[in-house]
């Protein structure tokens, strides 16, 4: 039996007159894999829409695209509930010595804190502050509290001041204490950012440590000298 899809001058002759059918073209394989990797690449419309949108659209899909769009909206609700249980936080927060347990020591699993012992009299004390108000919003997933000094500990000297204590899971993982380890009086928001990062309190974007001031150690150094002076 010939071969319909064999090419002869007869055969051609025979499917000019309708006798067989048209040639079967041979699919090349390279282009095949191409128009399936791009159908996979394709981007489906309910990829490119929010939640809202999505309700809104509902009665456009198709059965086979209603199932894959109720799919990708669980998908979605999900990924709202985690970004929203990252972003719990924003603000440097206000606390008492009565409410340091349960702020700190008992914060929620796995999330940092940082505590800031000050008193409004020093200066390095509402530099920190500032530096933590704006820490505390580029980094929404930690918690920054600040608490008065002496309503936390009492008769906690003056010296000590600014006190950073970094928390996680009830346990102290890290502290500052004093100017100088704080990192001094003309300290900058990156170089506090630093600071915390190299704890791991945050997951800073910076790419590498920021210069300290060279007046600022000098001014440091000074200090050292004449507290060990005298």
Request: glycine share 4%.
């Amino acid at each position: 039996m010939q071969d319909p899809n064999e090419d002869t001058e007869w055969n051609d002759i025979l499917r000019d007159f309708g006798i067989l059918p048209p040639k079967e073209e041979v699919k090349d394989e390279v282009e095949e894999m191409v128009l399936r990797l791009q159908k996979e690449a394709e981007v489906k419309p309910y990829e490119r829409m929010n939640l809202k949108q999505l309700k809104e659209a509902e009665d456009d899909f198709d059965e086979e695209d209603r199932k894959a769009v109720e799919k990708y909206r669980r998908q979605r609700l999900e990924e709202l509930k985690s970004l929203q249980k990252r972003q719990r936080y924003g603000e440097l927060i206000e606390i008492s010595g009565q409410q340091y347990v349960k702020e700190v020591t008992n914060a929620p699993k796995d999330v940092w804190v940082v505590i800031h012992l000050y008193r409004s009299s020093i200066p390095a004390c509402l530099l920190v502050n500032r530096h933590l108000s704006l820490l505390a919003t580029k980094f929404p997933e930690a918690k920054f509290v600040k608490a008065i000094a002496n309503s936390c500990i009492e008769n906690y000297h003056d010296k000590c001041l600014p006190t950073l204590f970094v928390y996680k899971n009830g346990e102290v993982k890290a502290k500052f204490i004093g100017i100088a380890e704080c990192g001094g009086t003309q300290l900058t928001v990156e170089e506090l950012e630093w600071k915390l990062a190299e704890v791991g309190a945050v997951k800073t974007d910076l790419e590498e440590k920021p210069k300290k001031d060279v007046v600022d150690m000098l001014a440091s150094s000074l200090r050292k000298a004449s507290i060990n002076y005298n």
